[in-house]
């Protein structure tokens, strides 16, 4: 756990309050359905499952964009594909193009 202190402009420490950090729900699930093995199939059946955990997830939009500032090539990051993260980026680039 984290401690914050909150600090006034007048004094020190106002208060110290425990911060809970949120918990990424793929914690708690296999690893392997977030990288399933090719892109037919079975394997689209865990890709879905996979965003599924991923949208009910408080920390999807920052797995999102690890994901994309880590350049993740597999696997399901944030609620996308690797190939869904690779088109966002191609989209992004040339929006930034034009």
Do not use: H
């Amino acid at each position: 756990m984290n401690s914050t202190i909150v600090r006034t402009p007048y004094y020190g420490a106002d208060t110290t309050e425990i911060v809970e950090s949120p918990r990424a729900l793929c914690a708690d699930e296999d690893p392997e359905l977030f990288f399933p093995i090719g892109d037919t199939g079975p394997s689209l059946l865990w890709e879905e499952e996979a965003k599924a955990v991923c949208r009910r997830c408080p920390l999807m939009e920052s797995c999102l964009q690890g994901a994309l500032e880590r350049n993740e090539n597999y696997g399901v990051f944030g609620g996308l594909s690797a190939k869904e993260r690779r088109s966002l980026k191609r989209r992004a680039a040339r929006n930034r193009t034009a």
